[in-house]
């Protein structure tokens, strides 16, 4: 999961580069960087750490140009600790490209031979978007045959990449002295939307967020397979470049990703999560009598929409029990299991008079590990709950995402072949309750506006072991599991819980 931006300017672009990745950093915390266009001449920055951690202003300065993109990165394959690994990636021909990447491709180690053995290009890291940037690179120096670059030779190139690579991406390139190109997936797993300012700026972004922060108006998201390319007159050419193109987005950006404040293909964020908690409401009255349930608290933050929900329909009380701190960052160094576990105390605390002699029910966005929610619901206890329950706004996570998201391996999921009542034995809560798959389905694709393109259906790998791209095996798990941003024994979880919360 990452967080892209590009630009298409007549004015500097590198101020307006970086308030767009403040926006979106809650995609990823590990890198950032930004390159712009001056003439024929890329600058280009980037390092590990936050966007206005990474950017100086001497960095700022030293970014000319009216043409540019960003991204904030959160790796989920290759090296996390290597700044050669931050994007953009640049190659030098043809003509020269940069190129900043959301997604995982599923075949990026067969593509990574066959651009060695075939097509001659050489990759530098262990990056699955260095190996789509050649790809792209590839197909572009095919497709115009030395004669000038134009819209149509873009487009032949974008659809040539589309039939090599498999996997989600959604992509933002520039090409030296040409124009901003950006395509998405031919499911549209990952997100990517378009905009414009009042000075005719055009903003390519993950979410539409990026583009109200910063000004722009929101047109619509590119559609899955689709391609926009802006030349350097400011004029967009759009093209479908995928043979068969449907519309079926990560779930996971609705009940977790992304901000409450996006909408993506025409789904309300924040409406999503509100539908979560009717729907949930439903299967904790199955569980547990409302009248045994003195309190409803939500583990921070983008919970708090679904807990909200649920606590009006049910008729009980609603209440802020923890206070996130939003300034412990990431401990790199944690020498034991012990350590680990101190650091959930460190970023959350207990407001105990919320909990002392009530039954309570905590309610989370999703479950992955539940070594975070185990340590939760004894903070509960501990903090004088009579009785704790917990709901989960997402159903059980019982399979790896191999899309883009971090997920650990299928041993590793609390989930992963046991049953409800097992996984609440581990946590040591007194109830469970998981949100239901076609629940949770109907409760996002209900969220859309009536004007929204038609949705084929959802990415919920996580959730059924259903892949939407038709090409994962259980051996492509394993290779794909092996090439993980893996951390050492002690260091922080890497995972979904570790990533930075989209309310903040």
Known sequence: MCGIVGVASNAPVNQLIYDALLLLQHRGQDAAG??????????????????????????????????????????????????????????NAPFGLVLVHNGNLTNAHALKAELFSEDHRHINTESDSEVLLNVLAHEIDKATRGLPLKPDDVFESVRRVHRRIQGSYAVISMIAGHGLLAFRDPFGIRPLCIGRGADGTYMVASESVALDGTGHVFERDIAPGEAVFIDLAGKAHFMQCADAPQLKPCIFEYVYLARPDSTMDGISVYQARLNLGETLAKRVVSMVPPTDIDVIIPIPESSRPSATQLAHLLGVPYREGFVKNRYVGRTFIMPGQGVRKKSVRQKLNVIASEFKGRNVLLVDDSIVRGTTSKEIVQMARDAGARKVYLASAAPPVRFPNVYGIDMPTPEELVAHNRTIDEVRDLIGCDALIYQDVDAMKQAVRAAMASDAPALDGFDASCFDGVYVTGDVSAGDIVRLNEKRVGTEEGAEDNSRLALPNPSE
Do not use: W
Request: a positive charge; hydrophobic letters at 40%; zero cysteines.
């Open 34 to 91: 930004i390159v712009t266009q001056l003439d024929r001449k890329f600058f280009m920055h980037k390092a590990k750490g936050m966007v206005r951690d990474v950017f100086r202003t001497r960095n700022m300065r030293a970014l000319p140009g009216n043409n540019g993109l960003g991204q904030v990165r959160y790796p989920t394959a290759g090296n996390a600790f290597s700044e050669e690994e931050a994007q953009p990636f640049y190659v």
